[in-house]
């Protein structure tokens, strides 16, 4: 019965996390990066923006670090110098964005940003971990972190226009208002 019980409890611990988490895992050196938006799903016009998990990565062996261990990487986490940036594109357009810490979670950096357009993104993270070269491209396309979503999907009652439809009716009145004054 107890194992059972405990079966269930990591399926759904296992299940649960899944959807908290839904990021794209890389190893890089003796590192575990988990890359992904923070908040999932991402909507159009809600600020967002990319996040990294740094972790050890399990021994040759696989065998997971024990509770003592833990505790030490957390530190090992904290003291480890990172330089992280976060090369962003969406189209023909490419923002760097500065990775920093989370405050008071260690091997957790994130960056700021608001999705302006739905559709997939691509992030270019590299820098530094410790020693350890980074440079790993993640994309949304790929499946594994959410692509940017409209935002009508979750508005009630009713969509309002887009931020890119109000600007594209504002050009559609100056071209009227320019043909009617004979420019």
Known sequence: MAKRFFFIIVLLLALFTGTLLAHEGREVGEYELAFGWRNEPAYVGFPNGPEVFISFHSDEHGQEHSSDDAHSDEDKLAELEVALQAEVTFGPATRTLELR????????????????????????????????????????????????????????????????????????LEAEIAALKGE
């Open 101 to 172: 810490p989370a405050w008071g979670e260690p091997g957790h950096f994130i960056a700021d940003m608001i999705p302006t357009r739905p559709g997939d993104y691509t992030f270019r993270v590299f820098g530094t971990i410790g020693e350890t070269a980074v440079d790993e491209t993640f994309s949304s396309a790929d499946g594994q972190f959410s692509s940017v979503e409209p935002v009508d999907a979750i508005q009630f009652p009713e969509p309002d226009p887009t931020l890119a439809e109000l600007l594209a009716r504002i050009e559609a």
